[in-house]
């Protein structure tokens, strides 16, 4: 009987082994998790869950009997020690598992601070899986005082749940403004000024020096410029890494992740890879897409090139993050924009529209789904959209589609 094994328990790998099966697919399926949780949705982690607005139960993206029904063997809570692909072997816990193919559905680590500034520091959290928020929650409460390290989606995200249960924040960016790698300088004001009005001390091109302590808990943090806080604990937000540690030992190539061509397929015979660790082709350059709606699609297709289908992925990315009451919603990739088009709205609503001469890159929309959903539309067509409409808000956008 013909074995596929998944490395990966996340959002990618419990997609990836549902598509076999509904591929129809009927060998054995074994998936291999870290964690010893089943696989279990990220984004609400930070959000709903670490507020007590979702129990763990609904963290799960399928219940345990869907993985039995569909004669999937679960390994969790296990680490693959190695891969080798000329034996077409893993190993488990001592254990050697034969496959025919095989997925790398790995994900991605947080990237921490180091040991030598107070980075291994009791007190001091990432925000990356269910252990990290379950060990963070006792922290989060009225009266405490926060430093977040790193002015991303992931810093500004945890920055907005700590504020609103009453926690005191100082958000601290070592770049010239938040959100400077992924967004434009009127995206970086608006989410400056939400945070400030919902009293966030955000600190703009300062970094950390180091974070101070006592027997072995933070009690403060010294900054770039001098400054000395006095801190309860530490959320560092800078950025997350591919984890490829698996797939470069092996000997697969690796290129801003584990490196794949359209179908998904790496380096190696009969090995794949998908979700947060794969670089793939997109638009005549290789990227890597950090987001649920890539994990998704991605595993999906590698699920049907594995049983033969030699379909390409073309990804169409889209993104989200929610702050207090605003939703923003991304679609595309502003990468190589030349100037932003502003299409004002009522209230906290208002898009960004990103060009690159005359053709549409991305859009960030405020709370405003429409513009998101014609923006995503008009990228995913590759069809651009009139400046002048766009920045009339009085302008219906819905003609803009049938252009």
């Not at 700590?162 to 995206?187: F, H, Y």
């Not at 429409?370 to 995503?376: D, E, F, H, Q, S």
Request: with cysteine; aromatic share 6%; charged share 20%.
């Amino acid at each position: 009987m013909s074995h596929i094994v998944v490395i990966g328990a996340g959002q990618a790998g419990s997609s990836l082994v549902a598509g076999l099966r509904k591929g129809g697919f009927d060998g054995a399926i074994t998936l291999i998790g870290a964690e010893p949780v089943l696989p279990y949705q990220r984004p609400p982690l930070s959000k709903a869950y670490l507020l007590g607005e979702m129990e763990l139960e609904r963290l799960y993206l399928r219940p345990e009997s869907f993985y039995a029904e569909n004669d999937i063997t679960l390994r969790l809570g296990q680490q693959v020690g190695a891969i080798d692909p000329a034996a077409k072997t893993v190993t488990i816990s001592g254990e050697v598992i034969s496959y025919d193919q095989l997925a790398l559905t790995t994900g991605s680590h947080p990237r921490r601070l180091p040991a030598a500034i107070g980075g291994d520091l009791a007190a001091v959290h990432v925000v990356r899986t269910l252990a990290d928020v379950d060990t963070m929650a006792p922290a989060v409460t009225q009266g405490a005082r926060a430093l977040i390290v790193g002015g991303g989606y992931i810093g500004l995200e945890a920055a907005a749940i700590c504020a609103k249960r009453g926690v005191q924040v100082t958000l601290v960016e070592m770049a010239d403004r938040i959100l400077q790698r992924v967004a434009a300088p009127e995206t970086s004001d608006y989410f400056r000024a939400l945070h400030s009005a919902h009293g966030v001390d955000i600190r703009e091109g300062v970094g950390l020096d180091r974070i101070t302590g006592e027997n072995g808990k933070v009690t403060g943090a010294v900054l770039g410029d001098g400054t000395e806080l006095e801190v309860d604990f530490v959320v560092v937000g800078v950025g997350i890494a591919p984890a490829t540690e698996l797939a470069e030992a092996a000997g697969l190539a690796i290129e801003n992740g584990i490196k794949t061509d359209v179908h998904g397929r790496t380096s190696a015979a009969d090995i794949w890879a998908a979700g947060d660790c794969a670089s793939f082709p997109y638009k005549g350059r290789r990227i890597r897409l950090e987001s649920v709606p890539n994990a998704i699609d991605q595993a999906e297709v590698v699920a049907q090139n594995m049983l033969g289908a030699g379909k390409n992925y073309v990804a169409t990315p889209w993104f989200w993050s929610d702050q207090y009451d605003v939703k923003l919603q991304i679609a595309g990739l502003n990468m190589g924009y030349d100037h932003v088009v502003t299409r004002p709205g009522e209230g906290a609503t208002t898009s960004f529209w990103y060009y690159q001469g005359d053709q549409l890159l991305a859009v960030d929309a405020m709370n405003d789904p429409r513009a998101y959903m014609v923006g995503k539309r008009l990228i995913d067509a590759g069809k651009t959209a009139d400046p002048a409409v766009v920045a009339d808000p009085a302008a219906d956008l819905k003609p803009l589609l049938k252009a």
